[in-house]
């Protein structure tokens, strides 16, 4: 019970940081994810017009 009491307390204490850092990666993997899949397709695409 006490080890849960403790988990729980530094949770919370981290909990704002934690959440900062979750919500920075997901909005840099939202922007990274499609411009990579753009470019990859756009790359495919390219190569298979100009074959």
């Known amino acids: 019970m006490i080890f849960w009491q ?3 307390s530094e949770y ?3 909990a ?3 959440k900062a850092s979750l919500a ?3 909005v840099s993997l939202a922007f990274l994810v ?3 899949v753009g470019e990859s ?3 495919a695409a ?3 017009f100009n074959s």
Do not use: E, N
């Open 24 to 26: 920075i990666g997901a």
């Open 6 to 8: 403790t988990v729980i």
């Open 41 to 43: 397709v756009g790359a």
């Open 34 to 36: 499609p411009y990579r």
């Open 12 to 14: 919370r204490a981290l």
């Open 46 to 48: 390219y190569y298979f």
């Open 16 to 18: 704002p940081f934690v």
